[in-house]
């Protein structure tokens, strides 16, 4: 059973007030009020001058396991929102594992879920280290720039923020288990974030609901189990709605990060993690999900339950 050994992240002290990018993001002063009151999106975390690699270091150096457990990480990968964010030659995963003595491990990216590859990234690891010396361990890795257009903003729905996470997945272990992956992909999204944002707005909240009914109802629970959710950070209102529509407490939402952080695309579900972990939010023994989906060539709507 995939489990969660150890989980770091990264974000800069560096914040931008959302009028400050109005510019940048070709956003109107209608759009930035709406962005603002409506959604909760206050500031941006960047990260001025540093490279995708920087960014991942900045995350590795804050897992205080890694050093001790290096010789046992079997797989590195990459958990990616776009499939290119570097130019060629440039490769920071394989520079990233050359500096921190990961040379032997096998390293890779995947991006096929947009942001929801963070979740992607979880299931591809335990699925390897099924077939790997008990002891094996993967690390998985999130984080990117906001160097384009289309990776600051998400029109009418949120804003990308800069930062990075680092997780060590191993193949069975005593807490943070998981219980239960759904991945729910609609293809017929190609392309409407940018040319029918209504119909995919529209459409956005019965996708979702249906990747949580069926992670829940995989784990063998009902959502009156869940103890907590650790969502991704697009914006508040959608987690509102989403709430009213299954039937379960906002509260019980873990959403303090979206106004401080933005959406740190592949991220934003360890950023959640750890802050759970720091505000002791979740007890040994708690079921909590992971909600994540992600919008590209086509629609990924996940979501995980785990067993703290």
Known sequence: MTALEAVATYLPDHRVPLEELAGELDLTPMQVRLFRRFHKLSDVCRAPGATPLDLLLA???????LPAVRHRVRYVVWARTFPVVVPYPLNPLDTMCRLLGLDNAAAFTVTHHACATGLLAIDVAGRLLAGSPPDSLALVMAGEKAFTYDARVVPETSVFGEGASACLVRHDGPRDRLLAYAAHQRGDFDDEVTTDIGRFQEEFQASLMAAVRSAVERAGLALDDITLVLPHNVNIVAWQRLCRRIGYRVDRVLLDNV?????????DAFVNYRTARARGLLRPGDRYLVVAAGAGRGATFSAMVFQH
Request: aromatic letters at 6%; hydrophobic letters at 50%.
């Open 259 to 267: 106004p401080l952080t933005a959406h740190v695309f592949c991220a």
């Open 59 to 65: 995350a590795a150096s804050n897992l205080d396991e």
